[in-house]
């Protein structure tokens, strides 16, 4: 039987309706609220037996590494294969709490409305409350009877909050916390949460039970084993006993015998034994050496000590003895020498004494030398030896001779040869004068076109097939100090003069035309139509006077500066263009005009005006003309920077710029230069921020 049943039964039959109403409500929600304190009860154990598990699972684990790790350090260890101590047996786990009664499942749907009742008797009233030893609610009746309504806090909050009634008239209800009285006065008790702690106001009696103490019953408790773990009287739905196992303590170990290692026995006591104490060692004798005895006791003999050594016996050596006691004689000591006499010279004695002997009777002074043709000698001790008289031309052809004369035989005969003068015998005949200068060639010769025989200079023109003019009256002229080359057209055209008009040729392509030049266009050249003579395609290096020309666009993703060079000398307006540019700082960006001498930072005026929201910020700058500033370093700019050259090398410059953010900024400027304008660069005022995003370039035009 519930508790509205219960109710109804003992204290409800002599009730008015609207009394078993009110007071059927007032143990509703007594029911309610314990329900609840129940249900945030549940879920509090529920969270403590979630916690314990994963407390125990971490145990488990910390003790599965801890005792892994001994095994290994233990097995590293084990040298002798001696067994190791039998472990201490492990204490008996303690029993688990027994588990609360469940709570009876909801009542069922209210019934349908019942017809009015009689008027019933006199109301009896609830006279007092009060919380049992077991957390229970009793409420005493005016009728002397009590009603337990069940349990709404936890026994150990029921014995902090003792509820008992006073002996007024009035029935009150005084409450006590560990004993000291709070009121005696109260008119209704309020149970807000589970604690032990009370407040009041007026005849009110507010009671706090903070969490800690719990109450509700577990409705079901569940528990899973991991590897190793087993769980059993899972899950509890009323009461009873979790018992969680350690089906495989610690860890599974097993252990794999390597070469020389045995291993007997099962977790956690193993007998690892060295089969080949350290390790197998085998010794192989090679030339020389001998082994014998086995591991680990070795005895290694050098059979031959030290080394195999064989003398071999050269020249003049010998050698006797073995190894290592060698005898080495030197049988022809240092080298062998031999000494043979000639003539009156006699040679005795052997290596290395010797004793040499002349006998030579040939002893004496020169007192006197003679000469035989061609050989002349003046005679005596010391004489002077020359050629003979008799020896002259014929024999002697580098002594000094008369001049024009020639080695030749006699002339008509044959005979000694001397030194004479040439006759003319001595020359064949020849097929031409040989006296004075030749009149005419035999034949004559074509120089060019014109014959020529030598009888008169030429005097004609050379003929265009030959590479002439082809008339009188063409003259060249230029090369003065040194050979130049002069390069013609390959085909029959009009070549006009250096300092004079150009002419006026009907047809051709002006190809290389360096300089300052007027063409006036007669007729159709390249043109769209033949009335307006227009070019149809006109292009020049540098750029056409009076047209626009673009630079090469360049990605501004590096460098601290990006620079235009080989601007022409007869530009006027130039426009830098910027698209989406951005540096790594936050320096102002600048333009700066150069000229062959470098780039000038000196002698500008600019000002800007930047405008941010509702802020207006004015920077003046001489090192260059200042077109924007970067609020931050990811900010992005894009604009026009126009610069005109007003007279000489003074520009005047202005533009305006926009970021990727709230700021405009509109500037202008002037600058003299030093020369004519050649270059432009683009910077930031340190010149030290590095350009990160973006393109630029540049059109110029004169």
Do not use: C, H
Not at 497 to 511: D, E, F, K, R, W
């Amino acid at each position: 039987m519930d508790v509205e049943s219960l109710a109804k039964e003992l204290i409800l039959k002599n009730m008015t309706p609207e009394q078993q109403m009110a007071v059927l409500d007032s143990v509703r929600q007594s029911v309610v609220q314990a329900k609840e304190v129940q249900k945030r009860k549940i879920g509090e154990n529920v969270d403590l037996v979630v916690q314990a598990l994963k407390k125990i699972e971490y145990d488990i684990t910390t003790r599965f590494e801890s005792v892994g790790n001994s095994i290994e350090k233990r097995v590293l260890s084990i040298k002798d294969g001696r067994d190791g101590s039998n472990g201490k047996d492990g204490r008996d786990g303690k029993d688990g709490k027994s588990g609360k009664d469940g709570l009876k499942g909801d009542r069922g749907e209210a019934g349908q409305a019942g017809r009015d009742g009689v008027d019933g008797v006199d109301g009896i009233s609830v006279v007092n409350a009060n919380i049992d030893f077991d957390g229970s609610l009793v409420i005493s009746l005016s009728d002397g009877r009590e009603i337990n309504v069940g349990e709404v806090v936890s026994a150990d909050v029921a014995e902090k909050i003792k509820v008992i009634s006073t002996m007024s008239t009035n029935a009150a209800i005084a409450v006590k916390e560990e004993g000291t009285t709070l009121t005696s006065g109260v008119k209704s008790i309020n149970f807000v949460g589970t604690g032990i702690t009370a407040t009041t106001s007026g005849d009110d009696v507010t009671v706090t039970v903070a969490g800690g103490g719990g109450s509700g019953t577990v409705t079901s408790v569940a528990a899973t084993g991991g590897t190793g773990i087993s769980v059993s009287g899972s899950p509890i739905t009323t009461s009873g006993t979790l018992t969680i196992t350690n089906t495989a303590p610690d860890q599974t170990v097993v252990l794999t015998a390597g070469t020389g290692i045995n291993t007997s026995g099962t977790y956690p006591s193993f007998t690892v034994t060295n089969s080949a104490p350290d390790q197998t060692v085998s010794l192989t004798a090679s030339t020389g050496i001998t082994t014998s005895g086995t591991y680990p006791s070795f005895t290694i003999a050098n059979s031959a000590p030290d080394q195999t050594v064989v003398l071999t016996a050269g020249t003049g050596i010998n050698t006797s003895g073995t190894y290592p006691n060698f005898t080495i004689t030197n049988s022809a000591p240092d080298q062998t020498v031999a000494l043979t006499g000639a003539g009156t010279t006699v040679v005795t004695g052997t290596y290395p004494n010797f004793t040499v002997t002349s006998n030579d009777a040939f002893t004496g002074t020169v007192t006197s030398v003679t000469g035989t043709s061609p050989v002349a000698s003046s005679g005596g001790a010391t004489p002077a030896i020359s050629l003979s008289a008799g020896y002259g031309d014929t024999l002697n052809p580098y002594a000094s001779k008369t001049a024009n004369f020639v080695l030749a035989a006699p002339n008509g005969s044959a005979g000694v040869p001397t030194f004479r003068a040439v006759v003319a015998a001595d020359i064949p005949t020849l097929n031409q004068s040989t006296t004075g200068s030749a009149a005419t060639l035999t034949t004559p010769r074509a120089i060019y076109g014109n014959n020529f025989d030598g009888s008169a200079a030429l005097t004609q023109v050379i003929a265009s097939t030959f590479g002439g003019t082809g008339n009188g009256f063409t003259k060249f002229t230029g090369a003065t100090t040194a050979e130049k080359t002069y390069t013609l057209p390959d085909a029959s055209s009009t070549i006009v003069v250096q300092g004079g008009a150009l002419g006026t040729p009907s047809s051709g392509t002006v190809t290389n035309l360096t300089g300052t030049a007027s063409i006036n266009i007669n007729g159709t050249v390249g043109a769209t139509t033949a009335s307006s003579g227009a070019f149809t395609t006109l292009s020049a290096t540098g750029g056409i006077q009076g047209t626009i020309a673009s630079g090469t666009a360049v990605a501004s993703t590096s460098g601290t500066s990006i620079d235009f060079t080989s601007i022409p000398n007869w530009v006027k307006r130039i426009t830098v263009m910027l698209q989406g540019v951005s540096t790594n700082g936050t320096s102002s960006l600048v333009v700066r005009a150069g000229t062959s001498g470098g780039i000038d930072s000196t002698n500008y005026t600019s000002n800007r005006g930047t405008i941010n929201n509702n802020s207006v910020f004015v920077s003046t700058t001489t090192t260059g003309f200042d077109v924007a500033s970067f609020a931050t370093a990811a900010i992005l700019q894009k604009g026009n920077i126009i610069l005109n050259n007003i007279s000489g090398n003074v520009w005047v410059a202005s533009g305006s710029m926009s970021d990727s953010g709230t700021q405009i900024s509109n500037f202008s400027g002037t600058v003299s230069l030093a020369g004519v304008l050649d270059r432009i660069r683009i910077t930031t005022v340190g010149g030290t921020n590095t350009f990160d995003a973006g393109t630029i370039n540049i059109l110029y035009e004169g």
